[in-house]
């Protein structure tokens, strides 16, 4: 059973007030956005119509696994061609549910020199266990129910809904 959690519009308003900050906390400035595919893939899209200034734009893709007993690792699938050295990025993710790949990503991103990395994330699980900082723009806080919708999968479908819908536990 689907349970909507964020519907269409409020999802929309949120990008953009999150797009408006972008706006002008980067103002006069190119700022690099690296969308994490592929979860953030429509969340990207809809930021990146709502930004004005001048942006550019590139992709990563990673998986994430994590057994019983580790702590889990993140697979780079594809990397990003754009060279950061001495640019202001920032990270478009889908959830950040454990932080164990946005750490990662950050500490990839760190290594090549950029003036700047923040992270935008759609979602921020609000019992993270391990995270460094706190996403600088985050679209909501939300519970640890696995939720999909707005390209956050469930074995890889339900990418395609309009709204974030919470998946109930039965359907696990
Ligand atoms: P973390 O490494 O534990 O922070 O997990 C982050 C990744 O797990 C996200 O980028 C998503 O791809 C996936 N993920 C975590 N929670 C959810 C969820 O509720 N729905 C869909 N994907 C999720
Ligand atoms: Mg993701």
Same mark, same amino acid.
């Given at each position: 059973?689907?349970?909507?959690?964020?519907?269409?519009?409020?999802?929309? +308003?949120?990008?953009?007030?999150?797009? !408006?900050?972008?706006?002008?906390?980067?103002?006069?400035?190119?700022?690099?956005? @690296?969308?994490?595919?592929?979860?953030?893939?429509?969340?990207?899209?809809?930021? @990146? +119509?709502?930004?004005?200034?001048?942006?550019?734009?590139?992709?990563?893709? #990673?998986?994430?696994?994590?057994?019983?007993?580790?702590?889990?690792?993140?697979?780079?699938?594809? !990397?990003?061609?754009?060279?950061? +050295?001495? +640019?202001? #990025? @920032?990270?478009?993710? %889908? #959830?950040?549910?454990?932080?164990?790949?946005?750490?990662?990503?950050?500490?990839?991103?760190?290594?090549?020199?950029?003036?700047?990395?923040?992270?935008?994330?759609?979602?921020?699980? !609000?019992? #993270?266990?391990?995270?460094?900082?706190?996403?600088?723009?985050?679209?909501?806080?939300?519970?640890?129910?696995?939720?999909?919708?707005?390209?956050?999968?469930? !074995?890889?479908?339900?990418?395609?809904?309009?709204?974030?819908?919470?998946?109930?536990?039965? %359907?696990?």
């Amino acid at each position: 059973m689907l349970k909507e959690l964020f519907s269409e519009i409020t999802i929309k +308003r949120r990008v953009k007030e999150i797009a !408006n900050s972008i706006n002008s906390d980067y103002h006069g400035k190119v700022p690099v956005l @690296i969308g994490i595919l592929k979860g953030s893939f429509i969340f990207f899209s809809d930021l @990146i +119509r709502e930004i004005k200034i001048d942006c550019e734009i590139d992709f990563m893709k #990673v998986s994430s696994y994590r057994g019983s007993q580790s702590k889990g690792s993140v697979n780079l699938e594809s !990397n990003f061609s754009i060279d950061v +050295r001495g +640019r202001d #990025v @920032i990270i478009v993710e %889908d #959830v950040i549910d454990s932080g164990l790949t946005i750490n990662y990503l950050i500490n990839l991103l760190n290594e090549l020199d950029p003036s700047s990395v923040v992270v935008a994330s759609l979602l921020f699980k !609000n019992e #993270v266990a391990q995270l460094n900082s706190k996403p600088k723009y985050i679209c909501f806080e939300t519970s640890q129910d696995y939720v999909v919708g707005y390209g956050l999968d469930y !074995n890889q479908k339900m990418r395609n809904l309009k709204s974030i819908k919470v998946l109930d536990k039965l %359907d696990k």
